[in-house]
């Protein structure tokens, strides 16, 4: 690594996107902006760090290569994170897949990493489906063929000098860890290897030698390189730790990120395997660094020369720092002098791979460069338009302002709009030239072809600008994302509530109400039909209903009444939502997606009613109040399915009249997001005592539970988590009190009830648990022991108390027949 004034400063620079934080005040006088492009001049090493999940990434360590050092820094992530949970709302699955996504590319810019998945679409293949215990299950589902391949094809193109996956292959670790570590393993040999997915070489790509492969240490003994990343940057008065935990902060849909102390912090890593013959095993021994070093690597004279020099230049670049004016000529004469070198190399006469790798570096420095020549050349660019979201065949407006915010007159520039091949564009972008703080203004027009791609929320933006300009003869050229995110979407979005309906055939309803709601993109006014694909037997009223739009972005709702076939049988039932508006037929839902620290963001999924038709039986009197969480949505499917349920709020707590309900639910992880709950809790024990039945669903350890107050007797979550959890939906479930009411009344549980659960049986169960509290249910994964905490009762004063940390709501969301009638018996109990 190198030394002096650079390492000194170890800059932890924040990208020009970065949020307001509490250190802002301390960053004013530094050219933030401009340092996060100069720094990655100093060296062309490369480093790949691999996980399974967004919020994987090794942040600390990646904020020290990347912003300390100017590492090009990437993490490859498998999958989108759909199987967790959310802690900023009740999105899940898809949708939660997509917020994951976006705050990994929030998190990335802090540190300055590039982020990148295997997982392609919302069906693909490489889905979180939930925690695993295997990697062997893992691979299954995923499809190891395609996994693989994808992880290779990525390797072959980013070339990294360095692969370290976050975690070890050990049985405590997640089954899609383990996986992608596994597989980063073998790929050191496999990416350098053509007979290997050879198509791929056929494509253009060629073969790739990791020059070294690292693991997380699992202690400083074993480590075989240990890194001191804790120190404090003199300019930012923040460590790296510090800036990875800001990178974190991003991940709140997980509710990542902490604040940390400033101290020392050893990241510890072990060298699992080395093409290189260096026996040094410092990070970087063995590796060129700069290109002063691959000078002294190439046997070719000429070439020595001129990498020397150029590194040189680059050096004087970061010198330099912060004169804008001066980097901007200085950069444009290292950026011809790359060009050319690179076909210097192109005709050298040296080895293949050692061509292949110092033409990658060059693409990789030229790259950087036309980074530095757009910052240091002070051109600002601010688009706008109407409207971000389009329709086919319509045309937009989008104006640019260039600014000039330097101090030099900026020569030949020119703006475009990026956009798909088939798009038209017209509009001159031709500025010419911008005298410090003058601005000039383009608009484009722009035709959304008939046959337009729509959004697809794991593709690049569909529009972005292009700005060009020359310096000393020397073009550059910049790319950028408009301020917010353009999305081509059907002229209609149409949507049912409930989603999911069920249908009890113990007492079939007469009329079951159905809202649809429709939501207008087409600029303008609209109409549409709106009507019901009803199964045999089904009638509506209406039978379909006309509504009209006068703007884009209106939502209207019909309501219509739904009238079963009285002799219904158990089973599923499929209702598709239509809508017909301009001689054309939609039935797509647009899940609108936003959140204050992330782009906006659409999921379109099909409008369909899934329905379930199943026998429920209940007490004809059950008064229940619910305390949501906003992490799932059970109170709905309880009043949908004739339940009588009251959402309290924190009045209610404080200080309403709890003695009314039967039955008091809370929402899962309600302690997280409910600090009136955890103030108020002592009045939801007292209304246990005083007769009343209270059923808490699952929390984690850190969900601001009391072991020895949340509960009526102590209550001890299982920590790890990662270790108190049944993953197997499908895993015998023993009920070890089978004649005890919770089985019994309103409904009889019989071993089908445990059948066809989703993803998971149990989350974070009790570890420890007061003599009180009686256990009713065995249940393990494959060749472990059986947990017996998944149903906890205890008498309390004249009530009782039930916790549960089975995933009844990942059940009762997905139509599950068994979970529903266990849960309404364990809601049920003490009622006659």
């Known amino acids: 690594m190198k030394k002096g004034f650079y390492l000194l400063l170890s800059i932890i620079l924040i990208t020009a996107y970065f949020p307001i934080t509490a250190f802002a005040d301390n960053i004013k006088e530094q050219d933030v902006e401009l340092w996060n492009v100069v720094k990655p001049l100093d060296t062309t090493i490369t480093f790949l760090n691999t996980g399974a999940h967004p919020d994987d990434e090794r942040s600390d360590f990646l904020a020290y290569l990347s912003r300390g050092l100017g590492v090009k820094t990437a993490s490859m992530i498998a999958n989108r994170g759909e199987g967790g949970q959310n802690e900023i709302g009740s999105e899940l699955g898809s949708a939660l897949g997509i917020i994951r996504s976006n705050e990994m590319i929030e998190a990335a810019k802090i540190t300055g990493v590039k982020a990148y998945h295997l997982s392609e679409t919302t069906d693909d293949t490489i889905y979180d489906f939930g925690f695993s215990k295997s990697p062997e299950e893992t691979l299954e589902k ?67 030698q990791i020059k070294k492969l690292y693991l997380p240490a699992e ?21 790296y730790p510090q800036l990875g935990e800001e990178s974190r902060m991003m991940h709140k849909s997980q509710g990542m990120g902490k604040e940390v102390p400033e101290e020392p912090r050893q990241f510890h890593l072990e060298l699992t395997n080395s093409s290189t013959s260096e026996k040094n095993t410092d990070l970087f021994a063995g590796i060129p660094y700069d290109f002063k070093e691959w000078s002294e690597a190439i046997q070719n004279k000429e070439l020595q020369g001129k990498l020397a020099n150029l590194q040189e230049k680059l050096d004087h670049i970061i010198e330099l720092y912060p ?39 060059l693409e990789i420095k030229e790259e950087q460069l036309q980074q530095v020549s757009f910052v240091s050349s002070s051109l600002k660019v601010e688009t706008s338009m109407e ?17 000039n915010n330097g101090k030099e007159k900026i020569q030949h520039i020119n703006s475009s709009l990026v956009t798909p091949d088939n798009w038209k564009v017209s509009g001159d972008g031709n ?16 035709n959304i072809p008939d046959d337009a791609e729509y959004f697809n929320p794991y593709e690049e933006p569909i529009i972005q600008t292009k700005i060009t300009f020359k310096e000393n003869g020397v073009e550059s050229t910049k790319i950028l994302d408009l301020d917010n995110t353009v999305a081509v979407l059907p002229e209609i979005s149409i949507s049912a509530e409930p989603k999911n309906l069920f249908v009890n055939t113990d007492e079939i309803q007469d009329q079951i109400p159905v809202k649809v709601k429709v939501k207008n993109y087409v600029k303008g006014e609209n109409k549409a039909t709106v009507s019901l694909n009803l199964p045999e037997g089904w009638n509506s009223e209406p039978k379909q209903k006309e509504i009209k739009f006068t703007e884009r972005m209106e939502e209207n709702e019909v309501s219509f009444t739904l009238t079963p076939p ?68 059970v109170s709905n499917y309880l009043k949908n399915a004739g339940f009588d349920i009251t959402n309290l709020q924190e009045e209610d707590l404080a200080s309403g009249d709890l003695s009314q309900y039967d039955t008091i ?10 600090e009136d709950l955890v103030h108020h ?47 197997d939906e499908n895993a015998k479930v023993t009920v070890t009190k089978p004649d005890h009411k919770l089985f019994h009344y309103p409904n009889k549980i019989t071993d089908n009830d445990w059948d066809n659960w989703v993803q998971e049986r149990g989350l974070y169960f009790p570890m420890k648990w007061d003599d009180h509290y009686e256990t009713f249910v065995k249940m393990n994964d494959p060749g472990e022991e059986p947990f017996d905490s998944g149903i906890l009762l205890a008498e309390y004063g004249e009530g009782t108390y039930l916790y549960t940390n089975l995933v009844f709501y990942r059940q009762i969301d997905n139509q599950v027949p068994g979970a529903y009638r266990i849960f309404t018996n364990l809601i049920s109990y003490g009622v006659e």
């Open 323 to 361: 004169n804008r004016e001066a980097i901007l000529p200085e950069s444009q004469q290292a950026l011809k002098q790359v060009q050319k070198i690179y076909h210097s190399v192109e005709k050298a006469k040296i080895e293949d791979d050692l061509k292949n790798d110092l033409l990658h570096k």
């Open 219 to 239: 202690s400083e003994e074993s480590a075989t390189t240990s890194i001191e990343i804790g120190d404090m940057d003199p300019i930012y008065q923040m460590t």
């Open 681 to 727: 809790n002592d009045r939801l024990l007292e209304y246990v005592k005083n007769g009343g039945h209270l059923v808490v669903q699952y929390h984690k350890p850190g969900d601001n539970w009391d072991i020895e107050k949340s509960a009526p007797y102590p209550l001890e979550i299982g920590n790890p988590s990662i270790e108190w959890r049944v993953t």
């Open 387 to 403: 409207s971000y979201t389009l329709t086919r065949g319509e045309q937009a407006n989008i104006t640019m302002e260039i600014t």
């Open 142 to 208: 995923w499809g190891e063929e395609v996994t693989y391949e994808r992880l290779i094809k990525f390797i072959r193109t980013f070339q990294p000098d360095i692969v370290m996956p976050s975690f070890r292959n050990v049985d405590s670790q997640h089954g899609h860890h383990r996986t992608m570590t596994i597989l980063s393993e073998r790929a050191f040999t496999d990416a350098a290897d053509p007979n290997v997915f050879p198509e791929q070489l056929e494509n253009g790509l060629s073969v790739w």
């Open 431 to 446: 500025i010419k030239h911008l005298k410090p703080g003058e601005s000039k203004s383009v608009t484009y027009t722009v």
């Open 665 to 674: 639910i809370t929402g899962i992880r309600a302690n997280l997001s409910r």
């Open 566 to 633: 009285s002799n219904i049988e158990e089973g599923e039932i499929n209702m598709e939502t239509i809508a017909e508006a301009n001689g054309k037929q939609y039935n797509t839902t647009i899940q609108e997606i936003s959140y204050d620290h992330i782009r906006n963001s659409y999921y379109a999924y099909k409008s369909v009613i899934d329905g379930e038709a199943f026998e429920l039986l209940k007490p004809e009197k059950l008064k229940v109040g619910y305390i949501e969480s906003g992490f799932d949505e």
